[in-house]
């Protein structure tokens, strides 16, 4: 039995919604995951009683708004083992962090004739990106070799890492396969040849222990929204050596020193890469999202979002006219499955009559469809509210909606 790690009906006020008559099932936490109420909470109390800009002045309101932000911060640093707050760098999600590290250290340090080493399995936010920096510089993309199961080995790695390497970039966690990518066995190579390992953690952060220390990797990059906290905020964690190396990619205020007519300085770590008014309320709300997380134990977690991957993986395997993508283990979080002759959009919206929600489409990653020979998947994708009673709805859903199909 997997039972869920919270209660649900206490801290997740969403799901005590009804959706068509159902209760909600909510298997789309890969999109984004909902919001405890002490996130909710701490959102409003803080409009209520500190709202000011940060930074910028001595008044009260402005002093505790900023400390907020600053133990948030220092929050993050600790929940990834990152040495210092000054490595944490707020965005707007991963999206904005890879589009950050391809401008401010790829434009500076790649050179024609570079190379770019990721795998077909990417994010488009971890791949358009490094397109376009590698178009911008005349950098060359190789991509890894995927296993037929999906997964990518240290070998396959090999092969595409040469003297020319710059930069190695992989999603610790796909957002279709459920694969776990083997990340610091893959930074110890890049470092073999003076490349940077660059991670996108946006799946993986959420569902367990993140030490960049320990990953011996250069950057990583994750989002609020899909571990509890707000959308619009997340986080660009980057060596300091490097950040410090890096060319600030968005000018204005707070990220300087010093301005004249003509020029001007930057501002110290982080407040570099953190040019304009941030998301104060995200950042405080992600602070809180993580002690929450922390509260329950990123380990527990972590081993209930394997159970349930690999149990959905099991169950759904076993279904005629069922095809499941991704090794069956280990993995995480997510399956993504299709059914013979029906579209994924279909499924979709047969499962929203039954008030579950799951995803359907390419998931943002079209080369990665394009491998597996489709155009679409549906994907059901869980996290610390969910259990295996979720599984028997899935698994419910999928004869309901062949039926419906006749198949
Ligand atoms: N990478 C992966 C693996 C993802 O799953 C996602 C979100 N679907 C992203 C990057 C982009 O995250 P965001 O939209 O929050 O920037």
């Known amino acids: 039995m997997i039972t869920a790690l919270v209660d ?26 909902q919001k405890p109420q002490s ?23 402005a002093e505790e708004a900023t400390t907020a932000m600053e133990e948030a911060r220092e929050k993050i640093a600790r929940f990834i083992h990152a040495k210092s707050p000054r490595e944490v760098i707020f965005t707007r999600g991963t999206t904005e962090s890879l589009n950050t590290i391809a401008r401010a250290w790829g434009d500076k340090f790649l ?10 399995m990417e994010h488009h936010s971890n791949l358009i990106p490094w397109q376009q920096l590698a178009k911008r510089v005349g950098a060359k993309l190789k991509f890894i070799e995927l296993q037929p199961n999906g997964t990518i080995t240290v070998e396959a790695v090999k092969q595409q890492i040469t003297e020319r390497t710059r930069i190695v970039t992989l999603s610790a966690v796909s957002n279709v396969l459920g694969t776990i990518n083997p990340i610091a066995e893959v930074a110890v190579l890049a470092h073999q040849v003076g490349a940077i390992m660059v991670v996108d953690g946006a ?10 220390q320990a990953l011996g990797i250069d950057f990583l990059a994750f989002s609020g929204h899909k571990m509890l906290g707000p959308t619009g ?54 602070g809180t999202a993580i002690d929450y997380l922390s509260t329950i134990g990123m380990e527990r977690i972590e081993e209930h979002s394997r159970m349930l991957a690999e149990e959905a993986y099991r169950r759904l ?12 283990y280990p993995r995480t979080s997510l399956v993504a499955f299709n059914i013979v002759g029906i579209h994924p959009h279909d499924i979709a919206q047969v499962f929203d009559s039954r008030g579950i929600a799951i995803r359907a489409g390419h998931h943002c990653a079209q080369p990665l469809m394009h491998w597996l020979d489709v155009s679409s998947t549906a994907r059901a994708s869980f996290y610390l509210y969910n259990s295996d009673r979720d599984i028997d709805e899935l698994v419910d859903a999928i004869e309901a909606t062949k ?3 006749k198949r």
Do not use: C
């Not at 996130?39 to 309101?61: C, F, G, K, M, P």
């Not at 799946?203 to 960049?212: A, F, K, N, R, W």
């Not at 000018?251 to 930057?266: C, H, L, N, S």
């Open 8 to 33: 649900i009906t206490v801290d997740f006020p969403i799901l005590k919604r009804q959706i068509n008559g159902h209760r909600l099932i909510y298997l789309d936490s890969a999109a984004t995951s």
């Open 39 to 61: 996130v909710i909470d701490r959102l409003v109390q803080y409009y209520e009683t500190t709202n000011a800009n940060v930074l910028r002045s001595v008044h009260t309101l």
């Open 111 to 120: 050179e024609a004739g570079d190379e770019i080493v990721l795998s077909p």
């Open 203 to 212: 799946q993986s952060v959420p569902h367990g222990p993140t030490d960049v």
């Open 233 to 286: 905020i997340g986080v660009l964690w980057g060596k300091e050596a490097l950040l410090e190396a890096a060319d600030p990619v968005m000018f204005g205020g707070e990220m300087i020193a010093y301005v004249d007519r003509d020029d001007a300085t930057w501002a110290e770590l982080p407040a570099k890469f953190e040019g304009g008014t941030p998301h104060i309320a995200g950042a405080i709300g992600l």
């Open 317 to 328: 395997a076993n279904l005629s006219d069922v095809v499941v993508y991704g090794p069956e």
């Open 403 to 405: 039926r419906y199909f």
